[in-house]
Structure formats: structure tokens, C-alpha cells
């Protein structure tokens, strides 16, 4: 649920078990959105998501290949 905080801030509002809401200042929902890339549609992600695996695996593959030597 997107909410207006104090001076037009946006804000998220996340429900909680017990009925409280707890909110996310403006400044931590855009680096949510930065992380999860929610300005993506699902093909833009998938590529997304399999390049940055890719370079994960690239850059473990010399250390796992070390550790396999062993």
C-alpha cells in the first residue's frame, strides 16, 4: 500500500501480524527499488536476473575451482 508521508514524502506502508503498519521512509523505498528493479517488466528481468547470475558464477568459478583442487 503506497501512502503520502509528511511534506509529500512517499512512503510504503507493510501490514504486520498483529494490525500495525509499519512505514518505509521515501529514502529506503527507492533503494528498494533500485535493488529488486521493480521498473523492470518480466522479460527486461529474466535477462536481468540471468546476467547478474552469470556474473556471480564467473567471479566464484576461480575460488570454487581452487577449493576443488584441494
Known amino acids: 500500500m503506497h501512502g503520502r508521508g509528511g511534506g509529500g514524502r ?5 501490514g504486520h501480524d498483529e494490525g500495525m503498519l ?3 521512509p521515501s529514502s529506503s ?9 521493480l521498473d523492470l517488466d518480466d522479460e527486461e ?3 536481468f536476473f540471468q546476467d547478474l547470475i552469470n556474473e556471480s ?13 584441494y
Do not use: M, Y
Request: some cysteine; aromatic content about 12%.
Open 10 to 14: 512517499r512512503v510504503l506502508a507493510t
Open 22 to 24: 509499519e512505514f518505509i
Open 29 to 37: 523505498l527507492a533503494q528498494l527499488q533500485e535493488k529488486f528493479r
Open 45 to 47: 528481468c529474466i535477462h
Open 57 to 69: 558464477v564467473k567471479a566464484l568459478f576461480p575460488q570454487i575451482h581452487r577449493w576443488a583442487q
